[in-house]
């Protein structure tokens, strides 16, 4: 994270939840299902062997161990990551909002109308 400014650092973390939202959209469906609580998919996504190649999407499928891990296992933990990620950087984020606006009351000038009580000349 940068370490300059705190409008510097938000917008490094709302760049990240930009991209967090990117991979969501991305697997809109996918994560549909699995946030549904629907079975009459798993064999699919789940089951080990020969996955249906034009569900996968991902580079990854190709680098994994078929003997140990499924067609979309990998997808599940970077979806629940995501979410863990997305719930720290909020709560950065407000933690800097509260700094921000801290350091903004200090800083404020006093409310009350100032009256020049000594002679004009």
Known sequence: MPTDSYIDR?????????RIKYFFDNNAD??????SGNT???????????PD??????CFYFERDSRFST????KVAKKIAKERLTVYINNKLLHIGNLESN?????S???TRLSWTAKKA
């Open 71 to 74: 067609s979309f296992d990998f």
């Open 53 to 58: 190649i034009q569900l996968i999407l991902d």
């Open 10 to 18: 938000k917008n490094y973390l709302e760049s990240i939840l930009g």
């Open 109 to 111: 000038l006093p409310k």
């Open 40 to 50: 009459h998919l798993d064999k699919y996504y789940f089951l080990r062997g020969e």
């Open 30 to 35: 996918f994560y549909q299902y699995y946030r």
């Open 103 to 107: 350091i903004q009351e200090a800083l």
